[in-house]
């Protein structure tokens, strides 16, 4: 795999600069180039491709595991450490998001519910649990902010709203999107942290009205909503990070790529055994009725 990086480089640098930083002989080099490549080495080319090509696939956002299973759907044996192995010589690599904007916790809240939901994410149907959180999306313009509502059952985004300010208008557009898409017919606990606009009247009138239970996480602990730290994380990741938006309306369109097209039709979740929120979502249901 050194030699054939070398040959794909040869363009940009000289061959013995290359080889020395490789650690490689420019004479090993130049024989490999007369010689055929070995079963083993066509092989590597050959799934190094197939890596590529799912990574490419992904939006350049897998890492190896996720790689690993999609070989593994297309047929391929293979496993993970020798995924690991290709990915890492041909460069390829999950991403990294950003941290998280600097700031207290603000004063005291105007209103206080006990933590139902105690950590407990694991959820055995849908629209048992929701979780919310707010985030923040850097532009040219200045910040945006996102709410989102997660059900903890498929970790699915099933509301979510952006607005230029932390309002509770913004949290309750998500929520309302949560409540049309789903239509809950039992009683559905919502989880959020203490944040101004989960505490408000306006909050709980509404959540009264549509059949919602409310838990809170205690102060500061970003522990007690950590599927929604989680969804946050990812998409910062594996696509706010990459990316300079000059407007907030440009932000907007993307994270609707990213949670619409992507991270609930497509994106894998281990919890999912591997499978996307709308599709773990649609085997479960066709399991339910005997499918």
Known sequence: MRYAFVVEHRPLFSVRAMCRCLRIQPSG??????????????????????LRKAWKESGRVYGYRKLHDDL??????????RVARLASLAGIKAQVGYKRRPGGHGGKPSLVVDNTLDRQFDVDAPDRVWVTDITYIRTLEGFAYLAVIIDLYSRRVVGWSMQSRQTTDMVLQALLMAVWRRKPRNKVLI?????????????????????LQ????????????????????????ERIRRRTYKTRAEARQDVFDYIEMFYNPKRKH???GMLSPVEFERQQEMRTEGV
């Open 214 to 237: 409310h838990s809170m996480s205690r102060r500061g602990n970003c522990h007690n909503n950590a599927v929604a730290e989680s969804f946050f994380n990812l998409l910062k990741r």
């Open 191 to 211: 989880h959020s942290d203490q944040g101004s606009q989960f505490t408000s009247m306006d909050w709980t009138s509404f959540l009264r009205a549509h059949n």
């Open 29 to 50: 080099f130049y024989a490999w180039l007369k010689n055929p490549l070995s079963k083993r080495a066509k092989e590597d080319a050959r799934q190094t491709e197939l």
């Open 72 to 81: 593994l759907d297309q047929g391929e044996t293979i496993c993970p450490n």
């Open 270 to 272: 281990v919890r999912n």
